[in-house]
């Protein structure tokens, strides 16, 4: 068995109840146990996160910078998904 | 796209002050220069954990006892942050940690030089995380991506850490009479070594002219130890201490001061392994690193037995 | 002895114990086996000398003499040191420290988790804070001990040995004196032996869990209660108390 750091992890934490898990960096860790404590003494060291998600990096899926413009630019011009797309009678009020 | 037209998005984020991000395009001397500068940096933590380490279990009191625990773990979580911002350049843990073990890597010179009393530890904190905040807060606009990230993180954790070492050279330059001689005795051995940390003159440095170029760096050596030395020396006249510069002095055309060179041929020294504490350095990392092989082995072992492993990536 | 006098030397005994195992993990710190849990035991180390340093400031209040908690862990001699002999035993290898730790996290869970119902208000308070770090103490090594224990031939042998070595500093941290009884009968300390058939329990379960095996008929040490101590004590306050001995009259 060769020696090493060990598998990286990506950690994303959750600064509070009902806020969206965020990612705050890496680290390294061996096993699932060690990944979670690792990120809760790297990464809440000054009460940054009340939950945390470690995932390991390699099941991570990434999209390339090639894709910026087949992937994202056609959601550019459907103006039709934003509420400001239609008209409503000011009789009405706010809908 | 041909290889000039990945040059040109390139240089156009550069131009438009974009991030570069892990997976963009990017020419090969600037993948090299990032790791080479990511990775000193990152060691510079680690290494520099050792000559403040060395003084915790000796802290004077219990606060100072805490405080600096929490300060050399910081130093520690910095070096980790910086590694992980490597190794997005595609160079494993491994492979940093390995350079840094045998001797291929460099680290800031400023670490190889011993602390030998408990002022030292004052003026570590104060100058020489007062140095490295000036380079660190230019870094954060720096233009790779997990670079200039881990550096937000960085500055806003080592905020407490030059305000720790100014607190510890209050309390002695305000002491009794030996804790003063003790705290000028720091700022005598600490000043130049500290002026160091900018790296040579513009005009001798190899590196620099890139590093600009690429939005790498923002400011030059000679600037930043420029501004080092006017935020500084009011702070030393506030402690009631000397500079331990007799040119020292206000150049009111300048807006600044003037100041003597460091002694370059010392830092060439130091830099090639010939500093006073390089050796002891060195060998206590590796000393952790081997003496923690069987404690990585056994991790992996377990889990492997638990089928928890996931492999490298 | 009065009720003062035993809740000062109570509150020392629990004060020096903290204070000379945060000592001996802050060793460590820069010089871990890798550096995220480097990173890990400092905050161990962390969490342990601020509870000493909450305890030896009530002990100050207690012995009400113009001694400051600084006074106190840096203007004492060995023989008026009263942790656990346990605590000063040398870091060793990884494996040693670990369950050195473990043995003490599963003995300050049970203990803080008894002393939180103190009558004694800021002991009580000191404990409920003590007892979350504690929680998550032994879960760090715990599950450290699982993975030396269940890892490699060499993981489990050395950790073995380890516990070995220690076992016979166990029995002292259950011994109860005078002090324990007047403290006792006032609703302040802890009945030990409470605290003593848990903590067998716990580790039983976690030894077997480990694949570790617990020693049997060992002739336990005993002193520290006295202020008797191994050799190792002495060293350890040498390089503490040193500044502060250097300069008596200096603040810092």
Known sequence: M????????????????????????????????????????????????V????????????????????????????????????????????? | ???????????????????????????????????????????????????????????????????????????????????????????????????????KAKYSSIF???????????????????????????????????????????????SFHQRQGFEIMTHLSFGTADQKAMAQDALNRWWYPTMMMFGPPDAESPNSENAMKWRIKRETNDQLRQKFVNQTVPQVEYLGLTVPDANLKWNEAKKGYDYSEPNWAEFKQVISGNGPCNKERLAARNKAHDDGAWVREAAQAFAKKRKEVYEAA | MTTQEALFNYTLRLGDTNLILAQRLSEWTGHGPFLEEDLALTNIALDITG?????????????????????????????????????????????KTIARQAIMDCFDYYFFT?????????LAGIAQKSIKEVTYHLRHTSSWLERFG????????????AINQLWQYTGELFEMTEVDEILLKEGIAVDLNLVKAKWENHMADLLAKCTLIQ???????????KGIHTEHLAFILAEMQALPRMYPDAKW
């Open chain 3, 215 to 225: 020693p049997e008929n060992v002739f336990m040490q005993t002193g520290s209660r």
């Open chain 3, 114 to 122: 008894e002393l939180a119902k103190s009558k004694d208000e800021t």
């Open chain 2, 112 to 158: 190889n030089y011993p602390t030998l009393t408990w002022a030292d530890i004052g003026a570590v904190g104060w100058l020489v995380d007062g140095a490295a905040i000036m380079n660190q807060v230019m870094l954060q606009r720096t233009s790779y991506g997990p670079y200039a990230r881990a550096m937000v993180r960085i500055c806003k954790e080592e």
């Open chain 3, 150 to 161: 269940d890892g490699t031939e060499e993981s489990h042998n050395k950790t073995q040995t």
């Open chain 1, 51 to 95: 939950s945390i998600w470690a995932v390991p990096s390699n099941a991570i899926v990434a999209s390339s910078p090639e894709d910026i413009g087949p992937f994202f630019e056609p959601s550019n011009d459907k103006v039709y998904r934003h509420p400001t797309f239609y008209q409503i009678p000011d009789a009405i009020g706010h809908m």
């Open chain 3, 51 to 95: 509870a000493a340093k909450s305890l030896l400031e009530y002990a100050s209040t207690i012995e009400n003499k113009g001694r400051s908690a600084d006074d106190l862990a840096y203007f004492r001699n060995d023989r008026q040191f009263f942790n656990a002999q346990i605590t000063e035993q040398p870091n060793g290898d990884y494996a």
């Open chain 2, 1 to 103: 796209m041909e290889l000039t037209q990945f040059e040109d998005v390139f240089e156009g984020k550069l131009a438009k002050n974009e991030m570069v991000e892990p997976k963009d395009w990017m020419p090969d001397n600037y993948r090299k220069h990032l790791i080479r500068q990511i990775s000193q940096h990152a060691h510079s933590e680690i290494v520099g954990m050792l000559p403040e380490g060395n003084w915790i279990t000796r802290a004077p009191s219990l606060r100072a006892k805490v405080v600096l625990l929490a300060k050399v773990q910081d130093e520690g979580g910095h070096g980790l942050y910086l590694y992980t911002a490597a190794e997005t350049l595609g160079i494993s843990r491994d492979e940093l940690l390995d350079n840094l073990h045998t001797g």
């Open chain 1, 2 to 49: 060769s020696d090493n750091q060990g598998p990286v992890w990506e950690i994303f934490l959750q600064k509070k109840a009902g806020q969206p898990f965020v990612h705050c960096g890496s680290l390294h860790a061996f096993d699932k146990e060690m990944a979670l404590q690792n990120a809760r003494d790297l990464y809440t060291r000054r009460g940054e996160g």
